[in-house]
């Protein structure tokens, strides 16, 4: 949303709603493994010493929001990875966290939810190979393929690097878990979807950005949205500029991929949203492609697309910049 809102209104009568994606987003992207950090809209102040039960509550939120986030965003990465060119990827269809996963603050109270040196499997999504496989909310990742799984504070990153040449080189793989005490051993199908990460951003400004690799959308924008289908309108345009090459050709990578690494941490620096934050407006000609091409996706990921053209008018109308 960074670049100049210009929907494309006379586009939207002229599409139909398809069916419903298959296979629902994989969370766990192999190789591109990321954590994603919010807190509510009210949260302890910055100043203060936050104690322990408002900071299992800033983590709760961030469960909360992220299944959201992901939910929505499953059936667009999905049902469109033929038009994400270069960028679609095998993933497998679950979120995985350690204790390590939060702000260095947020260990402990991380700990007291349950959160431990393991991988811990956080979210499964309905009808993904991970929930065919069986794959619960809450199993321990023991092994990859006979090896072991990582365990401390850099689980998540060396795991993604056992799973990334796995992933892009198979049509399963088989995991070991560890649930209730009892070891068990499953084969994942794996499901192809675009490779674009899928992050929250911890600030209340209403807005959303992509740098070619990753999509965030702002805890302000969450609040704004009425219904899931106004957060997939937003999804699926950030989506079609990095599916089309915008970030890149505007040389807004880097720009936006440090925004974006801000905006993650549960206490971003806030100084520089209040104007661009150096992004470069999006051409016209450049957001009107992203907008006919996000209407395509979100037709073939099943959304109705009936209300696109009254939401970014009231976006255009509270928010103008």
């Known amino acids: 949303m960074h670049g100049l809102l210009q929907p494309v209104l006379n586009q939207v009568k002229r599409l139909s709603p398809a069916h419903a994606a298959l296979f629902p987003l994989a969370l766990l992207l192999a190789g591109c493994s990321t954590v994603s950090l919010d807190t509510p809209t009210t949260r302890p102040s910055t100043t203060a010493p936050v104690t322990e039960s408002a900071q299992k509550q800033v983590l709760r939120s961030i469960t909360t929001q992220q299944d959201r986030l992901y939910r929505v965003a499953a059936p667009l990465l999905v049902s469109n990875a033929p038009l994400c060119k270069g960028n ?35 979210g499964v999504l309905n009808n993904s190979g991970a929930a065919r496989a069986g794959i619960k909310r809450g199993d321990i990742l023991d092994s ?28 399963s793989v088989k995991l070991g878990l560890i649930r209730n005490g009892n070891n068990s051993t499953v084969t994942v199908p794996l499901t192809l979807a675009c490779g674009f990460g899928i992050e929250l951003g911890n600030t209340d400004n209403v807005n959303a950005y992509s740098d070619s690799r990753r999509v965030l959308v702002t805890r ?21 500029h990095n599916a089309l090459g915008h970030p890149a050709q505007q040389r807004m990578n880097a720009t936006v991929g440090g925004i974006i690494d801000n905006l993650t941490r549960i206490t971003p620096d806030t100084s520089a949203l209040g104007g661009s934050g150096g992004v470069k407006p999006m051409p016209q000609e450049s957001d009107a492609a992203a907008d006919r091409l996000a209407l395509y996706m979100l037709v073939r990921a099943g959304y109705n697309i009936d209300g696109a053209s009254s939401f970014w008018q009231r976006l255009a109308n509270q928010y103008p910049a």
């Open 220 to 240: 302000g924008m969450l609040n704004f949205v009425r219904n899931d289908n106004e957060l997939a309108y937003v999804l699926a345009k950030e989506l079609a």
């Open 88 to 122: 679609a990827r095998n993933l497998i269809g679950f979120s995985a966290k350690t204790k390590y996963s939060f702000s260095e603050d947020y260990v402990e109270a991380a700990q007291s939810l349950g959160f431990e040196d393991r991988l811990q499997v956080t």
């Open 144 to 171: 990859v393929e006979g090896k072991a799984m990582p365990q401390g504070p850099n689980a998540e990153r060396q795991a993604a690097a056992i799973l990334g040449p796995l992933v892009s080189s198979r049509s």
